[in-house]
C-alpha cells in the first residue's frame, strides 16, 4: 500500500473543531512544494494549541496508525493553488497522515497515476520512506474553488537515513 484515502472519515462537528484551532495561523508562502500558504510545527515549536495536538492525535489513532509523529505541517490552498509533483523525502519515514478540510470544490490529486477526488473530512495515508522504497509520487491539480486546508502529520528525521 502507497496509500489509501478514508472518505468523509470526519464529521462536520470534527471538521468544524480543527478548522476552529488553524483557521488564524501565522501562514507563510510555500517556497518548495507549490504556490500555497503553510504553516510548521514540530518538536522544537512551543507554541502549538495542546488540544490541536491532542485532537490529531486521537484521528491518528482513529486511522490505526501508530508512529511517534514529530511535525506537523497545515497547508493551506486557495482557488488556483496547487501542490507540484513530488516524492516525500527520504528523512520523511513511516507514513503520513493528511487530513481534508475546508470549504473547496473540485480538488484533485494525482497520486502515482491515479488521479483521486477529495472532499471535505476525507483522510489520506500514504507511506513515506520504509527502508528504500519511497512512498507516492503526488501533485495536487490547481484548486477549482474555495480553501483547502490539509493538516499533514509525519515523522521526519534530522538525518537523511540515505
Known amino acids: 500500500m502507497k496509500y489509501i484515502i478514508h472518505k468523509k472519515k470526519l464529521q462536520i462537528r470534527q471538521q468544524e473543531y480543527l478548522l476552529n484551532k488553524i483557521h488564524r495561523l501565522p501562514y507563510q508562502k510555500e517556497q518548495w512544494w507549490g504556490d500555497y500558504q503553510v504553516c510548521v510545527f ?11 495536538q ?10 490505526n496508525v501508530e508512529q511517534n509523529f514529530n511535525t506537523i505541517v497545515i497547508k493551506k490552498i486557495q482557488k488556483g493553488e496547487k501542490i507540484i509533483p513530488h516524492v516525500d523525502s527520504r528523512n520523511t519515514v513511516g507514513k503520513s497522515i493528511s487530513i481534508l478540510l475546508g470549504s473547496f470544490e473540485d480538488a484533485r490529486y494525482r497520486m502515482d497515476d491515479t488521479v483521486e477526488e ?10 513515506c520512506t520504509n527502508g528504500y522504497a519511497m512512498g507516492p509520487n503526488y501533485l495536487m491539480y490547481p484548486l477549482q474553488g474555495g480553501t483547502q486546508y490539509a493538516i499533514t502529520i509525519c515523522t521526519i528525521l534530522k538525518e537523511n537515513p540515505v
Open 54 to 63: 491532542k485532537a490529531i492525535t486521537i484521528i491518528s489513532q482513529m486511522v
Open 42 to 52: 514540530n518538536q522544537d515549536s512551543p507554541d502549538i494549541d495542546p488540544a490541536l
Open 118 to 127: 477529495v472532499n471535505p473530512g476525507d483522510i489520506i495515508i500514504q507511506d
